[in-house]
Nanobody
C-alpha cells in the first residue's frame, strides 16, 4: 500500500490560514500532476486545485484568490496554502498524485487530513 505523508490540517477560526502538505513515496514513479480534493459527510469528493509538472494550475471558483497550490518535483511534495478560510471550507482534504507511463495513468491518494473552520 502506498503511503503518503499528508499533514497540516487542524482547527482554525474563520479568516485564518492553514498550509497542507503531502509528500509522495519515490516508488510510484514520475508524478505528472498533483491535486487537492475535499470531502464532507454524505458528499462526493470534489476537486479543489491541481497543478502539473509545468506548474500550470487550476483552482475551483469557490477558493480562487484564497487557496494556492504549489509543488516541488525534487521533493515530491505538494502544498495547499489556504487563506481567509470560511466555515464552508470545513472538510477532509486529500492529495492525489497522478503518474503517467506509456499513456497509462495511475492515481494515488493520500490518507486525508481534517480541516475544521469554526469560531
Amino acid at each position: 500500500q502506498v503511503q503518503f505523508v499528508e499533514s497540516g490540517g487542524g482547527l482554525v477560526q474563520p479568516g485564518g490560514s492553514l498550509t497542507l502538505s503531502c509528500e509522495a513515496p519515490s516508488d510510484i514513479g514520475l508524478i505528472s500532476e498533483w491535486g487537492w480534493y475535499r470531502q464532507t459527510p454524505g458528499n462526493q469528493r470534489e476537486l479543489v486545485a491541481r497543478i502539473n509538472r509545468g506548474h500550470f494550475t487550476d483552482t475551483v471558483d469557490s477558493v480562487k484568490g484564497r487557496f494556492t497550490i504549489s509543488h516541488d518535483n525534487n521533493r515530491r511534495t505538494t502544498w495547499l496554502q489556504m487563506d481567509n478560510l470560511k466555515s464552508e471550507d470545513t472538510a477532509v482534504y486529500y492529495c492525489k498524485a497522478t503518474t503517467e507511463f506509456n499513456n497509462q495513468y495511475t492515481h494515488y491518494w493520500g490518507q486525508g487530513t481534517q480541516v475544521i473552520v469554526s469560531a
